[in-house]
DNA sequence: TAGATTGTTAATCGATTAACAATC
DNA sequence: TAGATTGTTAATCGATTAACAATC
């Protein structure tokens, strides 16, 4: 049974509803709340919950803090995973500040690389930043499960082969380039020109009647 | 004839490729080609350029120039799209320094907003910051067409609301929150929270086994 | 019990893959 | 002409939607 790409999506959807409703002191929700919210409809809901197991109660619905909680395990969150920022140029620098990293959350930064010797050395958020030749070492020595990849396109490659090299196998790439992993690699991309290309094609007089799919 | 959501992601990996042809002086390329470089199969690069005509010659292949012309146009990026941003957090700050706004580009940042009066007036990137309640008329004036939202995610939707109510119908949505606007308006989202969950959920023990679809 | 709401199976829809005819 | 490669139609696959039986 594979479980699509989407579905894992709409699971930290929900998750976020949960613990919206977890701080409104609500303790009770059901399909129909959680698809609403999420802008899907309750049968999806139910189907992307279905993957994972029985989670509600029929005729009362899921319990806010235990499907919160169980959805939280799937997800892979009920750990912490130690996480490395290579390249700190402006975005670099930038996700050093992301608000998701800190102690009483999931995701830890304990490592900063670049090539650049003007900043090697450098401190941002109390980590000092090492030259990339490091990465074998330091994610060894530091136990680093994920890498993110703040690098111009044209080194995005050779720095996720570097990770990859490193032991790396969760890679989240920012630069705007296809990058080729071995298959037991996962890679994540978040690219702000794309994004912006797909709402300009949205939006262009010829494309005014195409939607895209919901 | 319905475009897929994936078909014009797509279109955008292309035309990089394309883009990074042309600048190794090459003319001519395949299907086969771009297949390989944006990581589907070849049958799928001719589908989804079949979506919106034909491009090539039978026997020989694609024109560089004209491809990437024809796929610019496509996207729109034919012209250039105004852009504002709302909030001047962190990520806002970041944003005005990315690369993809300038004279020469498609997009350009022309109004930044936020609601803290400590932030109004002061300058980033040359632009002063606006109160959010002039969103209306700087809107019309300086005829903006694309709104980035890098509030938190308790103020997305009514930023959102204010965007939509401005007369803006692209939003790129930073915040880690579902936003509701009318039929008429596209949002896009980009959510670094959401794309590390995605690649714990794949390193997960548990899930192993599982792959993202391709 | 009756009403509510889940979990699950079946039907529909859409996207991807494959095959091949067209043609340079 | 023969080889190459597109454009397009057909087959397959997978995800979403719908329906409903289970059950609290």
Redesign the pocket.
């Known amino acids: 049974m594979?479980v699509?790409?989407?579905?894992v999506s709409r699971l930290i959807v929900y998750l976020r509803v949960l613990d919206s409703l977890a701080s409104a002191g609500k303790s009770r929700?059901?399909?129909?709340y959680l698809g609403n919210e999420a802008q899907?409809?309750?049968?999806?809901v139910?189907?992307?919950?279905?993957y994972f197991?029985?989670?509600?109660?029929?005729?009362?619905?899921?319990d806010v803090a235990e499907l919160g909680q169980r959805i939280r395990t799937i997800l892979g969150l009920g750990r912490s995973w130690n996480t490395c920022i290579v390249g700190l140029g402006r975005l670099g620098q930038a996700l050093v500040d992301y608000p998701g990293f800190g102690p009483q959350k999931e995701f830890h930064l304990v490592a900063l690389f670049d090539t650049d010797s003007a900043k090697i050395g450098k401190c941002f958020g109390g980590l000092a930043v090492r030259h990339n030749w490091e990465l074998p070492q330091a994610v060894a020595e530091l136990n680093i499960q994920l890498g993110m990849i703040a690098v111009p396109a044209s080194s995005a490659q050779e720095v996720a082969t570097a990770l990859v090299q490193a032991g790396i196998r969760g890679i989240l790439n920012f630069a705007p380039a296809v990058i080729e992993v071995p298959l037991h690699v996962f890679v994540e991309k978040t690219d702000v020109s794309a994004a912006l290309e797909r709402l300009t094609f949205y939006l262009s007089a010829a494309q005014a009647d195409r939607r895209p799919?919901?």
């Open positions: 594979n699509p790409t989407a579905t929700t059901s399909s129909e899907v409809s309750p049968f999806q139910r189907k992307d919950l279905a197991g029985r989670f509600g109660t029929r005729g009362i619905g899921y799919a919901p």
